[in-house]
């Protein structure tokens, strides 16, 4: 089973950038789709990002289109969120998984993004 670390949230103020990294451990990664995904307190975990295998197409909520963007390095068996121009809102627990998502989630990392 893969297992999913998450690094990199941390606070910063509205406008702020952070940048986001998932290692994923096993020789599978590069078959994948990966996603990221994130749970504000008291709401339900929602999609943010989508990955293909390559790298070569991505898909976004519409609620970070044109300021977050996912990548992947297959030789690192990493993927990567850079987050641009935050805001409040998008303060949450941000986890990544296979996408669809299936088997456990890793601890997230914590993103805090102050007005």
């Known amino acids: 089973q893969v297992q999913l670390v998450e690094s990199g949230g941390g606070l910063v103020q509205a406008g702020g950038s952070l940048r986001l990294s998932c290692a994923a451990s096993?020789?599978?990664?590069?078959?994948?789709?990966m996603g990221w995904f994130r749970q504000a307190p008291g709401k339900e975990r929602e999609f943010v990002a989508r990955?293909?295998?390559?790298?070569?197409?991505?898909y976004y909520t519409d609620s970070v289109k044109g300021r977050f963007t996912i990548s992947r390095d297959n030789a690192k068996n990493t993927v990567y969120l850079q987050m641009n121009s935050l805001k409040p809102e998008d303060t949450a627990v941000y986890y990544c998984?296979?996408?669809?998502?299936?088997?456990?989630w890793g601890q997230g990392t914590q993103v805090t993004v102050s007005s």
């Open positions: 998984n296979k996408d669809p998502p299936e088997g456990s």
């Open positions: 990955i293909s295998r390559s790298g070569g197409n991505t």
């Open positions: 096993g020789r599978t990664f590069s078959r994948y789709a």
